[in-house]
């Protein structure tokens, strides 16, 4: 009886587990389309082709973005490292913009809007050799981090 009562609380938990992280995955997915949809907008209101999201780019963004979370702190990769992420990606080109909000999340409205609003972050939005993208975002105790990762 005690064996049957811990195998289904197990599954009961494997299955809770399993839904939450989909869950988790399915809202990564729709702020990553949400973003996209509003930066290539962007984009094309300046005259800019639109990206499009590379997988090796958003595992690399969302990988920072967890890594801040954890760490609390707001911090940009060195050269070295994104130069080693190009050459071993074969991209010419790339660049990052990271966002953090104290609020639990922010929208990616909310995100792409701050980026606008800063000169440095903007040029990275519409750099021309941009043309794949990777979105990471990540909740930690000290807020909500987003990365953005364009290569070209």
């Known amino acids: 009886m005690k064996v ?3 195998a289904g609380l ?23 389309q949400e973003a996209l949809a509003q930066l ?6 300046q005259g800019r082709g639109p990206v499009t999201l590379d997988p090796a780019l958003d595992g690399i963004a969302s990988e920072w973005a967890a890594k801040l979370a954890r760490e609390g702190e707001l911090e940009h990769r060195s050269r070295g490292n994104l130069k080693s992420l190009l050459d071993a990606h074969g991209w010419r080109a790339m660049n990052e913009n990271l966002y953090m909000s104290s609020t639990p999340s922010s929208s ?4 792409i809007a701050a980026w606008k609003g800063s000169s440095g972050h903007r040029r990275n939005l519409l750099q021309e050799d941009i043309t794949r ?3 990471g975002a990540a909740s930690g105790p000290s807020g909500f981090f987003v990365v953005f990762n364009g290569a070209g």
Do not use: Q, W, Y
């Not at 809770?16 to 990553?32: E, I, L, N």
């Not at 290539?40 to 209101?45: L, W």
């Open 4 to 6: 049957r009562i811990v």
């Open 10 to 32: 197990v599954a009961v938990f494997l299955g809770v587990f399993a839904s939450a992280t989909a869950r988790a995955a399915d809202d990564a997915d729709a702020f990553r």
């Open 40 to 45: 290539n907008a962007f984009r094309a209101e």
């Open 108 to 111: 990616p409205g909310e995100v």
């Open 133 to 135: 993208i990777g979105l």
